[in-house]
């Protein structure tokens, strides 16, 4: 191989790879749609689904501070202080959900 063709088929390497990463980043994206299309659809959260939420927000979320204030934040605010909350309150995925769908509709 000539270092022409080297540097050409790396050239189609990075192409490739940036093309993954624009993959990995579209999939990222969609996985986080979820949640936030969820908080703006907030109709169709049943009052049930709410009060789980609510319940436990109460319950895990003043053991270390005090119970935080659901309207201090921004519904975006609220992604990532559940990502790192969550872990800390042990919630498994679906309490973290109940749980950011009930302060986010506290906000609306
Ligand atoms: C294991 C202890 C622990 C638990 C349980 C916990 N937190 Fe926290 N939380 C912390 C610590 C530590 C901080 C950081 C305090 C600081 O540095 O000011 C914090 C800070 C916060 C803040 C302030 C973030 C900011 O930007 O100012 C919010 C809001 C919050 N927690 C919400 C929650 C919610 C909601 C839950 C329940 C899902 C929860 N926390 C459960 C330990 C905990």
Redesign the pocket.
């Known amino acids: 191989m000539t270092s022409k063709q080297q540097a050409t088929s790396r050239k189609i390497d990075g192409k490739k790879y940036s093309l993954a990463l624009f993959a990995a980043s579209m999939v990222l994206m969609t996985a986080c749609t979820p949640k936030t299309a969820v908080a703006e659809g907030s109709k169709t959260i049943s009052a049930e689904h709410l009060a789980a939420g609510k319940t436990?927000?109460e319950n895990?979320?003043?053991?270390?501070?005090a119970l935080?204030d659901p309207t201090?934040?921004s519904a975006q605010?609220?992604v990532?202080?559940?990502n790192?909350?969550?872990p800390?309150?042990?919630?498994t995925e679906e309490q973290?959900s109940l749980?950011y769908d009930y302060?986010v509709s506290v906000k609306k």
């Open positions: 436990i927000f895990s979320c003043a053991r270390c501070h935080p201090a934040h605010d609220w990532g202080i559940m790192w909350m969550a800390k309150a042990k919630l973290h749980v302060v």
